[in-house]
């Protein structure tokens, strides 16, 4: 079973355009983590929340806790962007991980 | 600067062989925690400590053995009871114990092990 489910799985977007990554979860949470896994393999946390809307730069996340679900958005996207978006919800008192959306951005 | 180091990057061990890796955090938080990554799959927890001289098992701790003797270092084992070592190990921080714990995560650049 997938406590937590991303689409899409893989991406490929020109330079420049919007990008949308989803995260649905059938667990109860408290926060929802956002990572950023590069080629070399290290992971970055990009946000965590537990309500509403966060903006970092041209990065943005929502989420909806009635809905179950959170978005990530890139805007004016760029090939420095390409990494794998990894979705983390804690419920209770673990982490469940979503599998990744792979982001290819090409210039 | 302050952050969590791995090492070795890539690791390569004998099957039969126990193998170390290591983790360091300079950022003063209380809990450690150690996944394993696999392709495919989503980060897995193997084991986690929320404060020094303390640590529980996570989803898949069988084959892994870990101690937290310092508040900075927290290395994992992986023991040749491991059935399928072969994987991407990520190590990671966060502030707060307790029911705190679980907030949020630093990351390690990781440790490829790859068992021949």
């Known amino acids: 079973k997938n406590e937590v489910e991303q689409s899409p799985q893989n991406l490929t977007a020109q330079e420049g355009e919007f990008i949308t990554i989803n995260c649905s979860y059938s667990?109860?949470?408290?926060?929802l983590h956002w990572l950023q896994q590069h080629p070399g393999g290290g992971i970055v946390s990009l946000f965590m929340l537990s309500s509403g809307k966060k903006k970092h730069g041209r990065l943005i996340a929502t989420i909806n806790i009635q809905e179950k679900h959170s978005s990530l958005h890139i805007t004016a996207s760029h090939p420095r962007d390409s990494a794998v978006y990894i979705c983390a919800v804690l419920g209770g008192n673990q982490f469940y991980f979503g599998t990744g959306t792979s982001l290819t951005v090409i210039p | 600067d302050g952050g969590i180091t791995q090492s070795p990057k890539y690791l390569f061990r004998k099957e039969g062989q126990n193998v170390t890796l290591s983790c360091e955090q300079n950022l003063n938080h209380d809990a450690m925690y150690w996944y394993r990554q696999d392709p495919g799959q989503g980060l897995r927890l193997i084991y986690y400590s929320q404060i020094v001289n303390d640590f529980q098992k996570g989803d898949i701790a069988e084959g892994y053995s870990v101690s937290r003797e310092k508040k900075e270092s927290f290395p994992l084992t992986v023991t040749s009871a491991q059935k399928n070592p072969t994987a991407f190990y990520l190590c990671?921080?966060?502030?707060?114990?307790?029911?705190?714990?679980?907030?949020?995560?630093?990351f390690g650049p990781g440790t490829r092990l790859t068992v021949l």
């Open positions: 667990v109860g949470i408290s926060a």
């Open positions: 990671a921080s966060s502030k707060g114990a307790g029911t705190g714990a679980f907030n949020e995560q630093f």
